[in-house]
């Protein structure tokens, strides 16, 4: 695993940040930390890029702990910050070529930076000012100092605040693309945001994890009733298919389709799977309609 988190807690004098965190990521997750303002994403990103101590717990990547090894950690780790600071008078280039030579890059920085441009699409605008850019131009800026180092692990605190819709669709997939090679955890207050590009999502609410799933999983067990929308080959008994067992409601779709509400935690696909073999008939469709985050946000977190 290349982020271990054990029961962290964080205070900031009297305040608790954070409480009692635990989490593992791996290579190849792109985890989503979601939670609303205040709720302590920001405070263990800190933690786990060494700019902050914890109060309690341990946190360790690439096997290194934060408080014993930061050296290590942060060769392994690549940060952008919240308000992704930036010299505003420095020039793209001269910028990133900065922070390679503070990673301690010599020999190849020239060809790692002539890299980072090149794949966070920064090369048309490289001779520009920082201060020059637009929001999602810095954002870039952001994810190729963050990159230049070629970390293992990737820590981005709400990436895609600010950017417009065409902006958005882009570092999404940027970051996606870095998701296959990396451990990338990013914090959001967007819900779609988790359901576009992480495969796995941990809710945290006033400092405490309130869910930890894969971002499918999550969206099914979280809901208390299940939508199945089921097709049939021909007409059904209706009254027999809504007297099943965990059935709560059956309701026309249109010709031979059905939708059918189910009490939450077992999955009734099987059993009606069974009554059309019963009945004989043929099921032409069958899929579970997925509660979307939102929802299971506001239930976790009220
Ligand atoms: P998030 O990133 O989820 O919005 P933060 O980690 O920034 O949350 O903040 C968690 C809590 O800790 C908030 O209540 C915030 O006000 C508090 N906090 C954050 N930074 C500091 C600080 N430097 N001093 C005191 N309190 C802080
Ligand atoms: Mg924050």
Redesign the pocket.
């Known amino acids: 695993m290349s982020v271990q988190v054990q029961n962290v807690s964080k205070y900031?004098?009297e305040?608790k940040?954070l409480d009692g965190v635990s989490f593992e990521a791996g290579k190849g997750q792109v985890m989503g930390f979601l939670?609303p303002?205040?709720?302590?994403?920001?405070?263990m990103m800190k933690i786990i890029t060494c700019y902050l101590p914890q109060t309690e717990g341990t946190v360790k990547v690439c096997g290194f702990d934060v408080s014993e090894d930061p050296i290590e950690v942060k060769k392994r780790v690549g940060y952008l910050p919240e308000h992704n600071p930036l010299y505003s008078e420095m020039y793209i280039r001269e910028y990133l070529e900065f922070i390679g030579g503070l990673h301690g890059i010599k020999s190849n920085l020239q060809e790692r930076v002539k890299r980072m441009l090149n794949s966070t699409g920064l090369e048309r605008e490289q001779h520009k000012k920082i201060g020059q850019l637009s929001k999602g131009y810095r954002q870039r800026v952001g994810l190729a100092q963050a990159l230049i180092h070629d970390p293992e692990v990737l820590i981005l605190d709400e990436p895609t605040s600010g950017l417009d819709p065409n902006q958005l669709v882009e570092i999404r997939h940027l970051i996606q693309e870095i998701g296959k090679e990396k451990t990338v955890i990013l914090?959001t207050h967007i819900m779609q945001e988790v359901e576009a590009i992480c495969n796995r999502v941990i809710i945290i609410n006033q400092g405490k994890i309130v869910a930890d799933q894969d971002t499918q999983v999550l969206r099914r067990m979280t809901s208390n009733e299940q939508l199945i929308n089921i097709e049939f080959d021909k007409p059904i008994d209706q009254a027999r298919m809504a007297a099943l067992a965990g059935v709560l409601e059956v309701t026309s779709d249109g010709v031979n389709r059905w939708k059918v509400r189910t009490s939450g935690s077992t999955d009734l696909r099987p059993v009606l799977f069974h009554f059309a073999v019963e009945q004989g008939l043929a099921v032409l469709s069958m899929q579970v309609s997925e509660q979307n985050l939102e929802e299971v946000f506001r239930q976790l977190t009220r």
Do not use: D, E, R, V
């Open positions: 900031y004098g305040q940040a939670g303002n205040g709720a302590g994403k920001s405070t914090s």
